[in-house]
């Protein structure tokens, strides 16, 4: 089945890329079967007279291309539970396919139940690409503050931030917290975050936290005139986010923390266009790995936490680095940071690599990432030798040494603390 | 590291279990890190006065099962791109953790966050359970409506259900929606799902969708006496679902066909419990092969579609049949259905296996999912040679035909329709 309408001006289509696994000579009649099945259905079975204003809304065929040759041998070896009777044939191909932006509403539902709703059920099949296309791109805000927002805020021309990550929240009531805060903007955190799991409405509420953290933010402030910044989880019913958001905003949020995943995307959308949601959105991104984790199903990472967190407007996306303890490859992670930062309508969003972060792999973050970027640590903060404001001033002096193209040896001659936070942790080489 | 503290009263822990591919000799310390690491962290640096507070919110393992046996050769064939160096020692197991409800805050947020957030993140995982326990659900109301409360609205004491699904919907005209409309409910269906694609703001809204259908279903109660509720896709931005949610049924709709997976729980849990949303939730299953699609990553089908979305108060979840075009294997499908009836604090979910179905599977389904379950067509309704109205009306007397204990060969003697779907599709044997 040959669709008949031509291509609209360039931008106006979402084009969505599927690795699939199938027989080779299935692949034209099922890329045709998606682009016509996931927008307009049986068109055909329509009188001629509808027709055309139904072919509007119908997707397109933009390309098949088959990525290896059959290989029945092989197959048992890269197919996990695979139960086909036949192999010959079979292939892994990419089907690209270009979805009518008209057929969303502005919505990143509309989006993903459209280009992989049902689709992401049918076998082995992966979303490995998205290209919004700047007509969709334009009808979201995207990040209220990006990078330059954001450095703007903290008064941090270019350097990497540093962010400390709390831990072991659950539980201690917010005087014992407010002391675990203090030590680590002492130490030179520039923006101290909860951890993610943390959603206490009783003990220390969020409300309570950011009150009793921008206090002291404050103190610290006068102690050093360096401004930190607290990111709170934001957390609670999803009707009440939007106003809970507002208060912790009022109440002097530093950041907004966000499990967008586990959440929603269009409610991270919704609270980045509140224009009274007056500080940064930091994505976290907790659940994601249930999305991009597998080779062969699933989502690709640099879409999930990627160009889909950019549109919604995260101005931060934390992400797991390639070096640390909860890994992504280092190729994803770097197309993850691409999409936050690829040509487009929108402010790029400032990269979080994290889990297992310590100070000998500021190098190679900056080398990876550029400046523009969060070094985002935890227990190399609060488990080094000294305590922690000794953890966090290990990093800022990696930061700054790194910045101005010092090694991390010549200046740990200088700086105690990353001595000893090289010798615990070595230097990433 | 051993935790000392006792299991408190059954069901105050939501029960999580992991199918992970590890070292055994590292599988003890990981189940404990992951007990530690995903409630209390690094709490033992704590203070001794300060850790029995903190104890209350750690989690526990609960199990380390280990399913086969390291097999170095076999490796190879049963996972994808696995670049491991050394195969020896490692075998795939399950880990079963415990924690805390109170670490929870009365959101799927926050219990995906916490159980499955950072973790989904960290290589071979997937979350294979997930025994909420009775605590955590009597946080949430569950169904409003369920199987009897569907059956009741509709009249329909005891007999499946029969569902016929909208087909080619984009860029249609009200006028030509409800021609459908009729054709589909004078054929005999009990409920007209709309596509989960239809996202129209323009040409054809929810609110006029429903206007002029409810018009069209009471023609039709009145030519037959028969109820038929149009299910009506539950669209826009995320802050804006409650209340359309509330004037479509206001304005006469049978049920919100909802894309939970594609939205977030968290917003159906708040549609579930919302006095003004008067009718039945439908979940559509898009985008969940996303979550549930691998075998080794990912979240089980019969907790995303299943204990879940029973959690949040589905009260319908549509799910790929065993048998169809898009299946789910029909050990996962009875899985899932468990999970909607299984003995629990809520009312049980009507399933509505789906996808492919044809009038000669009707038996098939209702020897697999007993009388209360839905039938859900579209391509065997829309595409039967006789039109519309003969496509509903053979599924309807093939389900008349099964819940009788007559074969749908005998049936068909008396049915021309039947007769004729029967020599299309086959029946299913």
Same mark, same amino acid.
């Not at 098949?64 to 292939?91: K, M, N, W, Y």
């Not at 690599?353 to 080398?367: D, E, Q, R, T």
């Given at each position: 089945?040959?669709?008949?309408?031509?291509?609209?001006?360039?931008?106006?289509?979402?084009v969505a890329t599927y690795r699939v696994r199938d027989m080779q000579e299935k692949l034209a009649a099922r890329a045709?079967?998606?682009?016509?099945?996931?927008?307009?259905?049986?068109?055909?079975?329509?009188?001629?007279?509808?027709?055309?204003?139904v072919l509007e809304y119908c997707g397109q065929v933009r390309g098949i291309r088959v990525l290896d040759e059959a290989?029945?041998?092989?197959?048992?070896?890269?197919?996990?539970?695979?139960?086909?009777?036949?192999?010959?044939?079979?292939?892994?191909?990419?089907?690209?396919?270009?979805?009518?932006?008209?057929?969303?509403?502005?919505?990143?539902?509309?989006?993903?139940? =459209?280009?992989?709703?049902?689709?992401?059920? &049918?076998?082995?099949? *992966? @979303?490995?690409? +998205?290209?919004? %296309?700047?007509? /969709?791109?334009?009808?979201?805000?995207?990040?209220?503050?990006?990078?330059?927002?954001?450095?703007?805020?903290?008064?941090?021309?270019?350097?990497?931030?540093?962010?400390?990550?709390?831990?072991?929240?659950?539980?201690?009531?917010?005087?014992?917290?407010?002391?675990?805060?203090?030590?680590?903007?002492?130490?030179?955190?520039?923006?101290?975050?909860?951890?993610?799991?943390?959603?206490?409405?009783?003990?220390?509420?969020?409300?309570?936290?950011?009150?009793?953290?921008?206090?002291?933010?404050?103190?610290?402030?006068?102690?050093?005139?360096?401004?930190?910044?607290?990111?709170?989880?934001? =957390?609670?019913?999803?009707?009440?986010?939007? &106003?809970?958001?507002? *208060? @912790?905003?009022? +109440?002097?949020? %530093?950041?907004? /923390?966000?499990?967008?995943?586990?959440?929603?995307?269009?409610?991270?959308?919704?609270?980045?266009?509140?224009?009274?949601?007056?500080?940064?959105?930091?994505?976290?991104?907790?659940?994601?790995?249930?999305?991009?984790?597998?080779?062969?199903?699933?989502?690709?990472?640099?879409?999930?936490?990627?160009?889909?967190?950019?549109?919604?407007?995260?101005?931060?996306?934390?992400?797991?680095?390639?070096?640390?303890?909860?890994?992504?490859?280092?190729?994803?992670?770097?197309?993850?940071?691409?999409?936050?930062?690829?040509?487009?309508?929108?402010?790029?969003?400032?990269?979080?690599?994290?889990?297992?972060?310590?100070?000998?792999?500021?190098?190679?973050?900056?080398?990876d990432l550029g400046t523009d970027c969060i070094v985002n640590a935890g227990g190399a903060i609060h488990g080094h030798?000294?305590?922690?404001?000794?953890?966090?001033?290990?990093?800022?002096?990696?930061?700054?040494?790194?910045?101005?193209?010092?090694?991390?040896?010549?200046?740990?001659?200088?700086?105690?603390?990353?001595?000893?936070?090289?010798?615990?942790?070595?230097?990433?080489?």
């Amino acid at each position: 089945m040959q669709i008949a309408n031509e291509p609209r001006e360039k931008g106006s289509y979402v084009v969505a890329t599927y690795r699939v696994r199938d027989m080779q000579e299935k692949l034209a009649a099922r890329a045709e079967g998606i682009a016509v099945g996931l927008t307009v259905g049986s068109w055909t079975d329509l009188p001629q007279a509808k027709q055309p204003a139904v072919l509007e809304y119908c997707g397109q065929v933009r390309g098949i291309r088959v990525l290896d040759e059959a290989d029945p041998g092989a197959l048992g070896e890269t197919h996990s539970g695979s139960q086909d009777q036949t192999h010959s044939g079979l292939v892994t191909a990419e089907i690209s396919i270009a979805y009518p932006v008209h057929n969303f509403n502005g919505t990143i539902a509309s989006i993903l139940t =459209t280009v992989f709703g049902k689709l992401s059920m &049918d076998g082995e099949i *992966r @979303l490995v690409r +998205l290209d919004l %296309g700047e007509t /969709l791109q334009r009808q979201f805000q995207g990040p209220k503050f990006g990078v330059t927002g954001i450095r703007d805020m903290l008064h941090i021309p270019d350097r990497p931030l540093l962010m400390s990550i709390f831990k072991a929240c659950l539980g201690r009531n917010v005087d014992d917290l407010t002391d675990a805060f203090l030590e680590q903007a002492r130490g030179g955190a520039d923006l101290v975050k909860d951890d993610e799991i943390f959603f206490s409405e009783d003990y220390a509420t969020p409300e309570q936290r950011v009150t009793a953290f921008s206090r002291a933010a404050r103190e610290v402030e006068i102690e050093t005139g360096r401004k930190v910044g607290y990111a709170v989880n934001l =957390t609670g019913p999803a009707s009440k986010l939007a &106003d809970r958001a507002r *208060r @912790l905003c009022d +109440l002097g949020a %530093g950041a907004l /923390l966000f499990n967008a995943v586990a959440y929603g995307y269009d409610i991270l959308a919704e609270l980045a266009v509140d224009p009274d949601v007056t500080v940064p959105l930091m994505v976290h991104p907790a659940v994601s790995g249930a999305l991009y984790g597998s080779a062969t199903h699933g989502i690709a990472s640099d879409i999930v936490l990627g160009s889909l967190m950019r549109l919604a407007g995260a101005d931060i996306v934390i992400y797991p680095s390639p070096y640390g303890s909860v890994t992504l490859p280092r190729s994803e992670g770097l197309r993850l940071v691409g999409a936050l930062r690829a040509d487009s309508p929108h402010k790029p969003v400032l990269p979080a690599p994290s889990a297992g972060i310590y100070p000998g792999l500021v190098p190679k973050l900056v080398s990876d990432l550029g400046t523009d970027c969060i070094v985002n640590a935890g227990g190399a903060i609060h488990g080094h030798p000294g305590g922690v404001v000794d953890g966090a001033s290990a990093f800022m002096a990696a930061i700054t040494a790194t910045v101005q193209g010092t090694s991390l040896h010549e200046a740990a001659e200088n700086h105690g603390p990353l001595a000893r936070a090289l010798q615990k942790w070595g230097t990433g080489q």
